[in-house]
């Protein structure tokens, strides 16, 4: 007799419904522009300029550039425009969001008896010592794609159910959903509970009526546009960067630094997928899909990094960002509702929820390389280049099939890509202009998901406090596949995104 399980499930497979894809690896490891508004502003070339939170971000020699002690906050809001194109047909909606983006502050200790020529006897000119927190990826957003497709979701759901016993997808007197749903997780794992929910929608059916069946056909034909689809996803959630940083500036010429780094993950995604125009043989007239992810984790990661200003003029940096370390967990609830001519409206909707075992995921490295040029007080110009290999991303569980051959397909997709951030600044009294551009290059072998910023900015300077506004839009390539399998058709998605942000700076 099939065993009653619990509403909250742990399943000991590693299988699911959208986690753990190349679109998780370039989401974890991809990081917005975020930060403050000066730094914003400048498209985030700060590597060789240091004294601002944002610039913690790129070199952890910056807190040592700071002259005094401060406190930073910055607000942001940010609008999304989605553009999604399925088979022709396209479909806009927008996503506007609210967030505090940085909250920071550092101690500085200066050296009083450091006097302005080298002094070897105490060369060590300043000391700091600073805390920040930065929301380093935003995954709020959401989108609609509709169009037609000569495959349905049936193939979905039949390449999950081939092999499985017809007497396992059947109810035995007495079992509701939420119990067969609960013992195929444990007993069969998730290809099983796929196969349940397609089955008991009448969506498929067995090519035989005995218990021992283990082939299955479809019950749906398209119409003749083929299959209507709608496709909606609804996302929120992001990477907080908690940031404990330790920096010196040695013989008024060197910044070192080093940043031990917390990162704390939640991300949420729920799609919804609904398919019509079946052909009149079909049992079915319309279908829907739900599903919903909730991944929460935390990792940490390092980085080390210097400033060296070569004259009053030139200054360079360069910087090392370790991987990050997350571990990550993840939970799944799934639903289903079919409407047929002989069934009505049928609901499958186990109220269940899949937990499935930690796992642990490696980000790529950075290389960061930069140079500024300082004219005295009136300005200055800088530009920054990284270089991120994202295929060096890694899932760290070498004793899970599914997972190695996720790193396969890592290792097959993904390449290493460049990031080049230029920034300028014109001071003209108390008042500062800003401007900056950031080209990221495709990470993705076989599509262009290359992204590109330009920013403009203005900042006030009050003497013991200062205000700093940015304006930040954004142009980037994604792709969205369907489902892990059977269905695996793509949405493009051409995504537009406008960022305000404003930062306060308190000089104590």
């Keep these: ?242 940031t404990f940083n330790f920096s010196g500036e040695y013989l008024n010429k060197y910044n070192i630094g080093i940043s031990i780094n917390r990162h704390k993950l939640e991300y949420r995604e729920t799609s919804d997928f609904y398919e019509s125009n079946y052909s009149d043989d079909s049992a079915l007239n319309a279908f829907r899909f739900n599903n919903q992810l909730f991944a929460f984790g935390e990792g940490i990661s390092f980085q080390l990094g210097g400033i060296a200003k070569l004259n009053k003029e030139i200054r360079v940096g360069i910087s090392y960002e370790s991987p990050t370390w997350f571990s990550i967990i993840e939970e799944t609830t799934q639903f289903v509702v079919s409407d047929g001519d002989d069934q009505g409206n049928t609901t499958i909707e186990p109220n269940v929820i899949t937990s499935y075992p930690e796992y642990s995921f490696k980000t790529p490295s950075k290389y960061t390389g930069s140079f500024a040029y300082v004219f005295g007080k009136k300005g200055l110009v800088s530009v920054e280049y990284t270089q991120v290999n994202y295929e060096k991303a890694k899932f760290n569980e070498p004793n899970d099939a599914y997972l190695v051959d996720q790193n396969t397909q890592i290792t097959n997709n993904l390449n290493s890509a460049g990031i080049l951030r230029l920034g300028g600044e014109y001071r003209f009294g108390n008042y500062s202009i800003r401007a900056g551009y950031i080209k990221q290059d495709a990470s993705l072998k076989n599509f262009d998901n290359s992204a590109t910023s330009k920013s403009i900015g203005a900042g006030i300077n009050f003497g013991g406090s200062s205000l700093d506004l940015s304006v930040v839009s954004s142009e980037m390539m994604l792709q969205q596949q369907l489902f892990s399998s059977g269905l695996t058709d793509n949405i493009n998605l051409n995504r537009d995104q406008l960022g305000i942000r404003l930062s306060y700076i308190l000089k104590l």
Excluded at 218 to 240: L, P
């Design 1 to 242: 007799m099939k065993q009653v399980s619990k509403a909250i499930v742990l399943l000991f497979f590693t299988a699911f419904v959208n986690g753990q894809t190349l679109q998780d690896v370039l989401r974890y490891s991809t990081n917005n522009l975020s930060g403050t508004a000066r730094y914003t502003a400048m498209g985030g070339a700060f590597g060789a300029l240091g004294g601002d939170f944002g610039a913690l971000e790129n070199n952890p020699a910056a807190g040592s550039v700071f002259d005094n002690t401060q406190f930073s906050i910055t607000t942001s809001f940010n609008r999304t425009t989605n553009d999604a194109s399925y088979f022709g047909s396209n479909y806009q909606n927008k996503h506007r969001d609210r967030d505090f983006d940085q909250v920071g502050f550092v101690l500085v200790l200066k050296n009083s008896k450091q006097n302005p020529k080298v002094d070897i006897d105490h060369p060590w000119s300043k000391l700091s010592f600073a805390f920040n927190y930065q929301k380093t990826a935003n995954f709020n957003n959401s989108f609609i794609a509709d169009g037609y497709n000569n495959r349905g979701v049936d193939q979905y759901f039949l390449n999950n159910a081939q092999g499985i016993a017809l007497e396992n997808l059947q109810l035995l007197d007495g079992e509701n959903d939420s119990e067969l749903y609960s013992y195929l997780g444990e007993d069969y794992g998730f290809n099983a509970q796929q196969a349940f929910l397609g089955f008991q929608s009448y969506l498929i059916d067995a090519t035989e009526d005995t218990f021992s069946n283990t082939s299955y056909i479809s019950s749906v034909n398209g119409g003749s546009a083929g299959f209507f689809h709608e496709y909606e996803t609804s996302r929120d959630g992001g990477i907080k960067k908690y």
